[in-house]
């Protein structure tokens, strides 16, 4: 098989909103999402881990609920709303769950945490007050393999509070 | 890194077109649902289709219709949306079981009903990189000769790996497959063959359009799945039973279904039909559980070991007989399962 250089085989476009933005793309047909969120789109955010759907590194939201980008074909988000780690701090703030992983050592090496971040988002939007074992069941598709999860657990418990504290002080 | 490889992408909007583009494209073409399991087969070659027809812009395939009758599920129903739904329960249990009980939360989000009913079979010798393949020659089940789990054998031994296949058959569903030149309704349990390879009686050019289910009036279901972890792995055993009692608690009809023990769920007909009559007392679960592991022949290609896998098959069909007369058995689920069903 001869290989064609890389931007002859941009033959695929399509429009999405990208962390709030409406984003255009031209990408190779065959890639998936997270291939074209790291290469074309240089979004490093969302990591390359399994590529088999077996490690949950690559999750991302896709019109709101957490799936794997490693298993969803780019020709397929036409029109979605795609939301990565990139795109959860808000006017140059972090988001309190990043602040909370930050300052309680829930990402050690890393790898995992940008996954995490966005399901644990999902997670609260439709639930603000999860209890340990729903945080637990809503990130058991996420390994880890610094933290042993507790940290985990903790800075997720801990940015709910914030959150909870922030929201009351508002109104 | 393991890219896909190159194919040709189609995406239409109506079962009508769909069956238009297989009628044409045949074997060429697989249909691509929530990609969860083709991707990744793609990925390592074990499944490499010229074209990837992708269900998820036809509207009928995401319906759920219920009524006096029964049910009436479309097959582009994610499975995180039916281990959600409440209709499903009561007679439904075991398939809103069987769906939370698949994978991760990420992958039932986006997987769906007719793709796990569809899933490929599995195997310790196939589900690897391509170079792993290569350097053992291949295997039977693609681009090799020999089966590694039985090498005399000249049948593929991959195992069915389905959580909601045994749950829908132990509910007596049927599907509805749909081609250009008409559509046929089968048994679930008519469509599943007892071959690694051959594992579904699905033609290339029909596509899965709906589970049909009738009403599960009186009955009460539930699913059991052996895997090593709380999370992520497909079931290496799993047991799915349904029964109706009559006011006096006797058995009026049930069904039992072991899943993962051999290339299709498999009836446990005689440990079922043995019921018949009785009231679900240790006796007649313990004679139905016997019966039942009879029927499981697990191989050595999964993960546990195959003898404990056949001894777990009684354990559970017990558990499950023994939830469906009332006992409290959820800390033996959330022991075994590490999963509570609320």
Redesign the interface.
């Known amino acids: 098989m001869t290989t064609l250089p890389i931007e002859s085989q941009k033959t695929s476009q399509i429009r999405f909103t990208l962390n709030g933005e409406e984003t255009d793309v031209s990408f190779a ?4 999402l997270l ?1 074209v969120l790291r290469e074309d789109l240089g979004h490093t955010g969302t990591k ?1 881990g399994c ?4 490690c ?1 590194a690559c ?1 991302i939201l896709l019109d709101g ?4 980008s490693c ?3 780019a ?2 988000c036409g029109g979605k709303q795609v939301l990565t780690v990139e795109g959860l701090g808000e006017n140059g703030h972090l988001h309190p769950l990043q602040d909370a992983f930050a300052d309680l050592g829930a990402a050690q090496c890393g790898y995992c945490t940008p996954a995490i971040l966005v ?1 644990v988002k999902a997670l609260l939007d439709q639930n603000p007050r999860p209890t340990r074992d729903q945080i637990r ?6 390994l880890c393999r610094c933290t042993g999860y507790l940290q985990i657990f903790e800075a997720v418990e801990t940015a709910v509070l914030k959150i909870t504290e922030q929201d009351s002080s508002a109104t | ?7 040709d ?1 189609r ?1 239409p909007r109506t079962l009508e077109e769909a069956a238009r583009i297989l009628d044409g494209e045949r074997a060429n073409a697989m249909p ?1 649902a ?3 399991d083709l ?2 087969n793609m ?2 070659r074990q499944q490499v289709p010229r074209m ?1 027809m ?1 269900l ?1 812009h036809i509207e009928s395939l995401n319906r759920v219709m219920l009524n006096d009758s029964g049910l009436r599920l479309g097959a582009c129903l994610i499975l ?1 949306e039916i281990a959600a739904d409440p209709r499903f329960r009561n007679g439904f249990t075991a398939l809103a079981q069987a769906a939370s009980l698949v ?5 039932r ?2 997987a769906t009903l007719g793709g796990n009913i569809c899933l490929d079979t599995r195997c310790n010798y196939y589900d690897q990189s391509y170079e792993w393949r290569k350097s053992i020659n291949f295997c039977l089940k693609k681009d090799g000769a020999t089966c590694w789990v039985a090498p005399g054998s000249s049948k593929c031994m991959a195992v069915s790996s389905t959580d909601t296949g045994p749950a829908l058959m132990a509910l007596g569903a049927r599907v509805r497959l749909v081609s250009r030149s008409g559509e046929r309704e089968v048994l679930l349990s008519d469509l599943y063959n007892n071959d690694g390879i051959d594992y579904i009686k699905r033609k290339p050019d029909e596509i899965l359009a709906e589970v049909l289910l009738d009403s599960l009036h009186g009955w009460k279901s539930t699913y059991w799945k052996l895997r090593r972890r ?3 792995d497909f079931p290496v055993l799993s047991v799915a039973a349904a029964v109706r009692l009559s006011r006096n608690n006797t058995v009026e009809d049930a069904r039992i279904i072991v899943g993962s023990a051999a290339c299709r769920p498999l009836a446990a007909t005689e440990a079922a039909k043995s019921l018949a009559g009785r009231s679900l007392d240790r006796q007649a679960i313990e004679e139905a559980a016997t019966l039942a592991a009879r029927i499981a022949k697990p191989l050595d290609n999964t993960d546990f070991d195959m003898t404990w896998r056949k001894r777990v098959t009684a354990e559970f069909v017990t558990y499950a007989l023994r939830e469906l007369r009332g006992d409290d058995v959820r800390a033996e689920r959330e022991s075994f399962t590490r999963y509570a069903f609320e």
Not at chain 1, 65 to 68: E, Q
């Open positions: 047909p065959y890639k998936t291939e390359h590529e088999l759907g077996e949950g999750a609920k957490p799936v794997l298993l969803v074909l020709l397929e399901t069941e809503a990130i058991s598709g996420n | 890194m393991m890219r896909l490889p190159l194919f992408f995406a691509l929530g990609g969860t991707l990744p990925k390592r990837l992708s998820s995180s994978a991760t939360p990420q992958i989000n986006m709380g999370s992520f």
